[in-house]
C-alpha cells in the first residue's frame, strides 16, 4: 500500500456501474462537463458543490455515503 | 473612441514596443553618447569606458524585462490571465529591474548620479515583487476554484 494523506475518495464508477449509466450520460444529466465528471472521478477535485452533489444522487438514486468515502492517514 | 480592456492592452504593447525602440537607439549611441557626455558636459577624464559598460550591462536585464513583459501582455489578450507561466515572466522583470537597480549602484563608483537610477530601478523591482506574490495567491485561488466541481 502507498501512504498517503487523509483523502475523500469518489466512488462514482461503483454506482455508475450499478445503475449502468455512462459517463456521457451521467456528465449531461447532473449538468457539469465530461472533462469535470472526469476530474471527480480519478479523485483531482479539490471541492464539490452540495449542488453537484445533490444532482449525483438525484441521478444515481443513492445517498452521498454511497459516492463519498473517508480514506485515513497512511492508507490508499 | 470607447475605451476597453482590449485597447488598454494594446496601450501597453505600445509602450513596451517604444521603450524597445527607446533601448535600442542607447545601446546603439551608447559608446559616442559616453564619449561626448563624459568630456563635455560630465568633465570626466578617462570614465568612458566604465559608463559605457554600464548602459551596455544594464541594458541586458532592461531587454529581458521588456521582452517578459511583452510575452505576459500577449498572454493577457489572448485571456490567460492567472497562470503560473505569467507569474514567471512577472518574476523574471522584478529581478531584472532589481539586477538594473545594483548594476547603477556598482556604477555610482564612477558616477554618482546613477544612485538615483539605482534606487529607481530597485523600487520598481520591488514594486513588481509585490504584485508578483498578489498575482501568485490570485493563481492559487483560481485553481481552487477551477477544480470546484
Redesign the interface.
Known amino acids: 500500500m502507498k501512504a498517503v494523506g487523509a483523502m475523500i475518495v469518489v466512488n462514482l464508477d461503483v454506482m455508475m456501474a450499478r445503475r449502468k449509466i455512462s459517463a456521457g450520460e451521467l456528465a449531461e444529466r447532473v449538468g ?1 462537463t465530461p472533462a ?2 472526469s ?2 472521478k480519478n479523485n ?6 452540495f449542488s ?1 452533489l445533490e444532482a449525483l444522487c438525484r441521478v444515481l438514486d443513492c445517498q452521498p455515503g454511497d459516492l463519498l468515502e473517508y480514506v485515513p492517514d497512511g492508507k490508499e | 473612441m470607447e475605451w476597453n480592456r482590449s485597447r488598454s492592452i494594446l496601450l501597453s504593447l505600445c509602450a513596451v514596443v517604444l521603450f524597445a525602440v527607446v533601448l535600442l537607439v542607447t545601446d546603439a549611441l551608447a559608446v559616442p553618447l559616453c564619449m561626448q557626455a563624459c568630456q563635455v558636459f560630465l568633465s570626466l577624464e578617462g570614465e568612458e569606458l566604465p559608463l559605457t559598460l554600464t548602459v551596455y550591462i544594464a541594458s541586458v536585464p532592461g531587454w529581458i524585462c521588456l521582452y517578459s513583459l511583452f510575452r505576459l501582455l500577449l498572454n493577457l489578450r489572448r485571456g490567460a490571465v492567472f497562470t503560473a507561466v505569467n507569474g514567471r515572466y512577472m518574476r523574471r522583470t522584478s529581478w531584472c529591474c532589481i539586477l538594473a537597480g545594483v548594476l547603477f549602484l556598482a556604477a555610482a563608483w564612477f558616477w554618482l548620479p546613477f544612485v538615483f537610477a539605482g534606487i529607481a530601478a530597485g523600487f520598481m523591482g520591488l514594486i513588481v515583487r509585490i504584485v508578483k506574490n498578489i498575482f501568485e495567491q490570485a493563481i492559487a485561488m483560481k485553481d481552487e476554484l477551477d477544480y470546484t466541481i
Open positions: 457539469i469535470n465528471l476530474v471527480l483531482k477535485a479539490r471541492a464539490v458543490r453537484t
